[in-house]
């Protein structure tokens, strides 16, 4: 089965898809993946290691920042390895050069952008070029495609069968994701209301999830909203973090569907029991029941994205704080 | 060359490092490391997995907390993984779980731990038993004797040269550190008079000495001191967290000397123009000249860990709140 065309732009994107599946394929050699980037973009690359690093049984993945990458110019960059980058403009001085060292030592390069004229699509093999803004579907945004992708690749190298469950699950999104913003809209409002004056916000998540929980904290909390943050792995917790817990510290905690979810509920139980605070997102709540089990879990953090970008509206909202702020980014040079 | 053993006590350590390499040197099929453990012990490994990240040519690691390791329960984790732990008392459930489940699916299993008679040495083929507390030296510290573990590895299976200039930059820690401790007393206790008031203080750094900022911001701040903190990767800095840095915003920022130093200078550089309260350490103050070039950047984070500790100790005493107290750890089941 294959996601439905709905468009020139999207049969575009489908051709993108195919080819780079293809290029990969063509690459028998290649034995490792690194997924590079920066910021909200290196946390897209975060539940895609998850998924090598469950479901993988001989293709090795790591995620790097994507100048922490060139810094480390690995000697095992080369014709054996498979770098995936992502950059929204596709002009991230980092992720380019990233993407010129990778394809510079013989590794195959594919790219995720929005811009498919930009510097990271020239300096790139391969690029699926995806979708973003209200006109959006969310089976073409970045995560979504860069699931489907590994999907083909662990099916076309590993026998696995991944393909026909992902699909069908980003098929589903279109339908999941505005179910799941409307279920939300008004607790967010209420929770967006009540934290207007909270100077800093913890996430907490792990496994697929860990990446969400990271993107808020780093994009949508410190960056868009000036409020300190961190993302706490709920496996870490309780060793050191947790100390921090107290009534008045607020949370955002994310419970998923997979194979860490009993981490992330060990976490959650004391954090509930020990702070007023405590935002408790379950997944449970999204409908996934319609997507096969074996992906539930690895599709979560799609609706996770969807649903806490309307708490961070809200925030954003009575806080009188825009989202599209900046007090340095598009201000300087830096 | 060899480290002096100076008591009984550092010859078995000397036995017990070198039986593990042993072993791992009889199992030629070994193609992967895990490193594996929590909080604190997990930071220890973040080192490590940097070393075999730019060092290795062939042997892939990555670094785990211990409960997302054990959730995972990877098919890879077979008799060509090695896994290393590491858990002070030797008692952490999910390490003791995840040497269980590594040995299960036959792995090689290499423990650092303080207690040799604890759970998790009796779980593990191999123990290391490291030194801690004010009498133990310098060079028999867990992330000292790891660092040593992976020069005999790299040096067995990849004909790399490592274990010479380790093992001479972890003998010049006995009197390197001690230097550092007393270089940084003053300024120690300035910082901590400056910043007892301080409710959150992050830390900053890249590559090899992103686990002493991780450590530091966890384990040192968020669970003895109970100061909200997060330590931000220097190559994430300006992909959304340097917009929450301002003139009044704490930071600890590490300036090491591994490939990365240029990725934590360009975040130091802006942060120190932003913001009043950027406290930097340069590891090029540590003396390491008598080090060699090769591993000066990867022997770095031992002296961090010894110098921050100096900066804690003095921010705790001037908050009256010594490094010992816990609220929730030690007091009650979770």
Redesign the interface.
Known sequence: MSVTVVSTETSVIEEQLAAAREAIASRPLIS?VVLTA?????AVMLPAE?FF??A???L?A?AL????FT??????VDAETLVILCSHSGT?P?TVEAAELARSQGALTVAFTHELGSPLARASEYVIGYEHGPEKSESYVAPALLLRLIARVLDDRENAEFVTPVDQAIVALQSLAPAARAAHADAADTWGFSHRREQ?IYTMA??SNYGTAYSF???LL???Q??????I????Y?????????TD?PFIALLGLD??R??EQRAVD?LVK?SDRALVIDAQSFGLERVAPLVRGLIAHLLFNVVLRTYADALADHRGHPLSV????WRME?
């Open positions: 490792r920066c910021g909200g973009s290196y998850y690093g469950t993988a049984r001989k090795e790591v920042n994507a100048a922490e810094s480390r110019a690995s000697s095992r991230t980092e800093l792990a496994g904290a780093i994009c410190q960056e868009m000036w409020v300190h943050s961190a993302a792995h709920a496996g870490e309780f060793h050191g973090p947790f100390e921090i817990t107290d510290v194979e860490t009993p981490v004391f020990h900046r007090r340095y980014m830096y």
